[in-house]
């Protein structure tokens, strides 16, 4: 099949740090490509991917704006639209759907975000979009869409190779947010009697928060912050680990954090919210505690020192693989684009 991927203006493909949505878009792209497909990916010039690129920014726009999305998937419609040469497009922005009024081709649309009404009016002007929930709990949490199926997030095994021992210390990486509970990984270490290393960075408008309850706590606890890392200083930075904290507090609809740390060998440690109910197996890829037992969390910490993190890397590998995450796309593209379409491609 022809396929084509709008990613987003604001990170690199794959992204050199901070990029869940980046990251799928390089793991999707560059698994189709592996398995015959002609893929497109559009996305910013600085991106790196064995497929065709597309490019309307040199570099990445950040901060991110709307009017620098509008204008990326604008351009990227326009040209899918003038090219008339692919079977199905593959979106990845609420402000990407509107303008499938202006393309003759299938689209799908993978929900990488929580609910929020001004996306959900979008969706509902749009039936004929098939939806794409990255977690059940996020379809839940979403208004009824006539085409929609749950497809988790996968990646390449091999690019997080399994550590069988640790260095006793935890570890929290991402975006330091409020929802994302920075602050209570750094209470519940503390609780443990265990070294913290907090790998991420603050965006712009989670900065107050920063500054009044992941500073001080910094200082006190003695706890490392360690920036925002690429891919092998992370995978590093989790192989080391006794295990991943994820003291959510927010639904969440996927972590992949989550996934790239129990493939290291590193069990999750988290509350009972959003997707982790689902990505969690209890008792061989983490534990998981009440929203908000974080003594809870503490307990389980001290207990990690004889955890099997050979289980632990192949159930991550079983379950959320590349593989099996584009093998479910492209049983997706084939029934949206019917089979005159899908001829051409290979079995998953």
């Not at 991402?174 to 509970?181: D, L, N, P, V």
Request: proline share 7%.
């Amino acid at each position: 099949m022809r396929i084509a991927i709008i990613s987003t203006p604001f990170i690199r493909v794959p992204p050199a740090g901070y990029g869940g949505t980046e990251l799928f878009c390089y793991e999707l792209a560059e698994g189709l490509s592996a398995r015959g497909h002609e893929v497109t990916l559009f996305a910013t010039g600085d991106s790196s991917v064995a497929c065709r690129r597309r490019s309307l920014y040199a570099s990445p726009c950040w901060p991110p704006t709307p009017e620098d999305e509008v204008n990326h998937v604008a351009w990227a419609a326009s040209e899918i639209a003038r090219e008339d040469r692919f079977d199905l497009v593959h979106l990845n922005s609420p402000i990407a759907v509107p303008f499938t009024r202006f393309l003759r081709v299938p689209a799908v649309h993978t929900l990488h975000h929580a609910s929020c009404d001004e996306s959900s009016r979008v969706y509902a002007q749009h039936p004929e979009v098939a939806y794409v929930a990255i977690s059940e709990r996020q379809r839940s949490l979403e208004i009824a869409l006539p085409r929609s199926c749950v497809i988790h997030h996968g990646v390449t095994p091999a690019r997080y190779p399994t550590s069988l021992s640790d260095e006793g210390y935890l570890a929290h990486l991402g975006r330091y947010a409020e929802e994302k509970g920075t602050h209570l990984a750094l209470d519940i270490a503390r609780a443990a009697g265990m070294q913290l290393r907090l790998a991420g960075r603050a965006h712009p408008r989670d900065r107050p928060y920063y500054l009044r309850e992941v500073a001080p706590r910094l200082r006190e606890s003695g706890a490392s912050d360690l920036g925002e890392m690429d891919h092998d200083r992370k995978v590093a930075l989790l192989r080391g680990a006794r295990a991943l904290l994820c003291p959510l507090q927010w639904e969440e609809p996927f972590g992949l954090i989550a996934v790239e740390a129990m493939l290291c060998g590193a069990p999750v440690l988290g509350f009972r919210r959003g997707s982790f109910p689902e990505i969690v197996d209890e008792g061989v890829t983490g534990f998981l505690a009440a929203p908000g037992d974080g003594a809870r969390l503490a307990a389980l910490a001290s207990g990690l020192a004889r955890f099997d993190r050979a289980a632990c890397a192949r159930r991550a590998r079983e379950r959320f693989s590349s593989a099996v995450m584009v093998g479910k796309y492209e049983a997706l593209y084939r029934a949206v684009s019917g089979p005159r379409r899908a001829q051409g491609s290979r079995a998953a």
